[in-house]
């Protein structure tokens, strides 16, 4: 199996989470999904300031065969986007937990962070 | 490749390798009530020669009358070449190429078509073609409301100088999906929509404004005022263009300040003859940002992997059957045929010939303005530059008056108080480059007898 940090939380749908910087959290999709996926050719990121609850579709990343959703993992307020994944989405694959990371979002309440899987449970859900 | 439906043996093939007896079982789930059984209006089969004999009776009832509708539909030459290569079995289907990659010529075809409608609109991306100038625009204007994250409005802005027939289609298209089509008067003088009149909207949030160039009562825009104020507003610029006015007006790329963000249109005057209605077709280009938002298909030219070129259809993460109901519109096809002759129809003119063809229009409809505007009573009803339409104020009924010249064989133009109650007795003539001289002062003539009469 792909590369599941232990340091990160996750969403059974294939996005990470960062641990709290802040109030601030920041969101990418796993090794195993941009895997999955296959080179992305173009990633359809948030507005800054848009405010999502946990679970709803905030962003979209498209690759040379389907083109999917992305979960908001948390509920919370947009407060930055990747804007390097612009001209870049292959960063995606190259670097999914560092330089692809996707957006940044201030959390409406830390507690939700205990629902995300952590790298045991996303193995499991991923392997599923 | 064969592309000839399933033989009989398929079809019994098929049907043992699924285990069904024959196909009527594969209907069994639909309860019997809602079935509608045989077709019981359908008159009896004819032999070939018998639909020809009844056809040319048919044809013969519509007479050989001399055109001088346009409205949305143009009596232009096609040459003999266009439908002679058209027709040709290679290319001859209504469809998108299904197995794409299969039908390289297919997709070259319309590459080409792509690429000519780029350079005629001045934009940087054309799809492979919709179904006609109206919906088109209804595509336009969801493809707006879509691309256009800076607006949470879903409001449009209509000008009513645009075709009436185009806003009852994309009132249609969209009324069910909470999109407000927000209607904007035209300059009673000028028949155009005044920029002063879009102060009212200044500041306010819109998805997208519509500019129609020329537009229906063939007066010309001032499309870089209305191009720069939707920008300044934050709402997109929808052109919607005749393709043989942009050999000789601004293409909408170049509109204004940064150019129109959509443009889309009837392509029928581009070698589709006049055939109650259609088959025409669409066009849609925009600019390379909004492109993941186009709908329909894109042909794109790759490099296989001995370094041939090939064509294949591109961006496909965008449509239905990879996107599923998240498309970004349930048009999965574009009008194949139509789209080959216009592409060989602007080959044979080329830019030169397309700009003639321009050219004599606008000199034909000025040419017959002026002869028709010496009867007594006739006189032009807007006092705008035109293209190759006029609306002319008559000093009788409208549609007694057009109903006299279509006996004498004499289609004198279009009666716009249907659409425009408020006009009175308005006509809308047009002359195509086909019109000559004495068609045009055969009409004067017919004109003038029925007027003193």
Known sequence: MSDVPNELKYCSTHEWVSSVDDGVVTVGITDHAQDQLGDLVFVELPEIGQAF??????????????ASDIYCPVSGEVTEVNEAL?????LVNDDPYGDGWLFKVRLTDEAELDNLLDADGYHAAADA | MPFIPHTEEDVREMLVAIGAPDIEALFDEIPANLRCGKLKQLPQAMSEMEVAGLMSVRANQDGQPVCFIGAGAYDHHIPAAVWQLASRGEFYTAYTPYQAEASQGTLQVLYEFQSMMAALTGMDVSNASLYDGATSLGEAVLMAVRANRKSKSRRILMPRSLHPAYRRVVQTMVESQGIELVELPFDPAGGH????????????DIAALVIPQPNYFGVLEEVDALTDWAHANKALAIAVVNPIALAVLSPPGEWGEQGADICCGEGQP??????????YFGFMCCAQKLVRQMPGRIVGR???LDGKVGYTLTLQAREQHIRRSKATSNICTNQGLMA??????MALLGSEGLERVAAACYANTQSLVQKLTTIGGVEPL????VFHEQALRLPIS????LSQLSVMDVLGGLDLSRDYPELGDVILVCATEKRTETEMHDFQQKLQMILTC
């Open chain 2, 302 to 304: 790759t490099c296989d």
């Open chain 2, 382 to 385: 807007f006092n705008r530059p």
């Open chain 1, 53 to 66: 609850e946990a679970k709803a579709e905030c962003a979209v990343v498209e690759s040379v065969k389907a």
């Open chain 1, 86 to 90: 612009m001209d870049s989405p292959e």
């Open chain 2, 270 to 279: 581009l070698g589709a003859p006049l055939s109650s209605g259609g088959p």
């Open chain 2, 193 to 204: 929509t005044d920029p002063a009149t879009l102060a009212a909207f200044d500041g306010q």
């Open chain 2, 340 to 345: 080959t002759a216009a592409t060989i129809h």
């Open chain 2, 398 to 401: 409208a549609d007694g008056v």
